[in-house]
Each structure stands twice: as structure tokens, then as C-alpha cells.
């Protein structure tokens, strides 16, 4: 199965088929609202004297809390239709990173990222946000392609982060316009974000009106694709899926590795702890990569605050 977004002139069609009990809705959009505050208090409550991460777990919080102030002070009002149209057409995702146009409306949301951070960050980060401020706006999109198209030996990881938090933003202020529908269609290719056509950061098993599903988290532009579990998200087999997690089976946190593909991707279980965030918990549970890797597993998802040097 693969998920797509329909046109909004098709809802009323589509709204019989999603009354019967078992229906599963393929695709969810970020809460702008509380999105930002509930992962810098989670980074916060993450980062104890036990984690040996506490400290960037902390600078994650400040750039995080520092994302929601740019978000209401720099609204985002456009019409997509016209992109949406040409993205049907084109069969890709509407948002896709990788072709979508970009405005300058990413821009000033990163130079009030960085005029927000500029009092409180440590001062070896100074000279980088000074010198993303001094980049002209021709250098600040070379970086921001190369980022989206995961050309990552072209950026410096301390630029990479500011960067990406910015056109993070923008991107899910995009996808909270989208006007239109999910549903799910046989396909391929949903390792990658039906939205943006991103990877994920983590998947996560939900409580609530979701209880038990799992979903992937984009870690662009903050949506959630279902992706049934017992089956590798990266390859769809499910013949050599195995568990592991630092505690103990009741562990709030897992890697599902895949023999078949050798990758692995996080999940977090919302039953286990009602906090969990899909990229705090991520960046707090690095120790649990490292023993994927040792174990000879390769991470198939990407962390916002965690770049590649190549």
C-alpha cells in the first residue's frame, strides 16, 4: 500500500468509505500549536545528569523553542492548489523537497532563528549563526538544496542544523494548508513520506483514537504515514524482523532491524510512556544506535539535529 493525497472537490466521495469501524486514517498532520512546545519540554525532561547527551539535548530545546516563536512570528498564507494540481499530475508527493519551489519565507524564518538564538547559545555556536546571517540569499538556498537533496558533505553539520530547523518550519506550515485528503492505494515506496517525499525520523506506536497503529514521522515536515507493524518500514519484508532495545521488553524505545535489507528504524511505544516525542527520544537514545551498528544494522532514517558528514 502506498498513501496519496486527493483533491479537496473529492472529499465528499471519499467520506462513505471512512465510516465503517475498521478504518485507519493513512495520514496526519502536525499540530502547530503544541508541536514545538511539547518536544523543547521533552528535551528538556531527556537531558539528566544519567544522559551523556544532556548538553546538546538542551541546545536541541533552545533551537526547538526557538522554532515555535518563528513560527508565529512569520505566518505562512498561500494558496497550493496550483501545486497540488501539478503534483497529481506529475504522480509525485505535493510537497515534494526535492522540486517544490522554494520562497523566501524559509529565509526570515532562519534569520529570526538566529537573532532568537544569538543571546543564548554557547559561544563557539556564535560565529556559525553570524555567518549563516552574512550568507547572501543565493548561498543560503545552495545550502538549503543540498540539504534537501541529501548532498550532506556539501554542508558544514553546524550550519546543517540551523538550516534544516528553519525549512523544517516552512515545511510543515505548507503541509497544514494542504488542501486535500489522504487515502491509501496500492503502491510503492513508502519508506518515504507521502507529503514531502522525506525520510523518517522514528515510528510511532499510538495511544488514543489511533491505540496500537503504527506511524512514521517525517522529519521535515513533521507528518505521520501509517505503516502497519511486523513489516520493515524501509523494505516491506517481514521474514527477519528482530527487537532491541537497552532496557527491558516493556522499554519504551526499540530498534526493528531487518535482516533482509540489514537497516533499522526506531520505535517509539506511546502506550509505555505518553511523552514520547519522535525526535527527542530519538537524539536522547543515541546509545541504542551505537549498539545497532555494532550489531551490524544500518540506521534507515535521519535525525533533524544529526547530520552525516558525507
Given at each position: ?83 497540488f494540481l501539478h503534483s497529481r499530475q506529475e504522480n509525485r508527493a505535493p510537497l515534494d523537497c526535492k522540486t517544490l519551489p522554494r520562497t523566501l519565507h524559509w529565509q526570515n524564518i532562519l534569520h529570526s532563528l538566529i537573532a532568537e538564538l544569538q543571546p543564548t547559545v554557547p559561544g563557539h555556536v556564535k560565529p556559525t549563526l553570524e ?180
Amino acid at each position: 500500500m502506498s498513501i496519496r493525497i486527493i483533491p479537496k472537490e473529492q472529499l465528499g466521495k471519499e467520506r462513505v468509505n471512512e465510516r465503517g469501524a475498521g478504518f485507519i486514517p493513512p495520514l496526519l498532520f502536525a499540530n502547530l500549536n503544541t508541536l514545538y512546545q511539547h518536544r523543547a519540554e521533552r528535551l528538556r525532561s531527556l537531558a539528566t545528569k544519567d544522559n551523556p547527551f544532556s548538553s546538546y539535548l538542551n541546545f536541541a530545546a533552545e533551537i526547538v523553542q526557538a522554532q515555535q516563536k518563528a513560527l508565529y512570528d512569520n505566518p505562512l498564507n498561500v494558496e497550493l492548489d496550483e501545486i497540488f494540481l501539478h503534483s497529481r499530475q506529475e504522480n509525485r508527493a505535493p510537497l515534494d523537497c526535492k522540486t517544490l519551489p522554494r520562497t523566501l519565507h524559509w529565509q526570515n524564518i532562519l534569520h529570526s532563528l538566529i537573532a532568537e538564538l544569538q543571546p543564548t547559545v554557547p559561544g563557539h555556536v556564535k560565529p556559525t549563526l553570524e555567518n549563516l546571517a552574512k550568507n547572501s540569499e543565493q548561498e543560503l538556498e545552495e545550502i538549503a538544496s543540498a540539504l534537501l537533496n541529501s548532498e550532506f558533505s556539501k554542508v558544514s553539520p553546524d550550519q546543517a542544523v540551523f538550516v534544516w530547523a528553519a525549512l523544517s518550519v516552512y515545511w510543515t506550515q505548507m503541509a497544514s494548508l494542504i488542501p486535500g485528503k489522504a487515502r491509501a492505494e496500492y503502491g510503492d515506496h513508502r519508506q518515504f513520506c507521502p507529503v514531502c517525499g522525506s525520510m523518517p525520523v522514528t515510528s510511532v506506536v499510538q495511544i488514543g483514537t489511533s491505540q496500537g497503529l503504527r506511524y512514521l514521522h517525517c522529519h521535515l515536515c513533521e507528518s505521520e504515514w501509517h505503516v502497519v507493524r511486523i513489516k520493515c518500514s524501509n523494505c516491506e519484508q517481514t521474514r527477519d524482523l528482530n527487537y532491541w532495545s537497552l532496557e527491558s521488553e516493556q522499554a519504551a524505545i526499540k530498534a526493528e532491524s531487518c535482516g533482509d535489507c540489514g537497516s533499522y528504524l526506531k520505535i517509539l511505544y506511546q502506550e509505555k510512556d505518553p511523552n514520547v516525542d519522535a525526535v527527542a527520544d530519538d537524539l536522547a537514545s543515541l546509545i541504542l544506535d551505537a549498539k545497532m551498528e555494532e550489531e551490524g544494522f544500518a540506521r534507515s532514517s535521519l535525525n533533524p539535529f544529526l547530520f552525516p558528514n558525507e
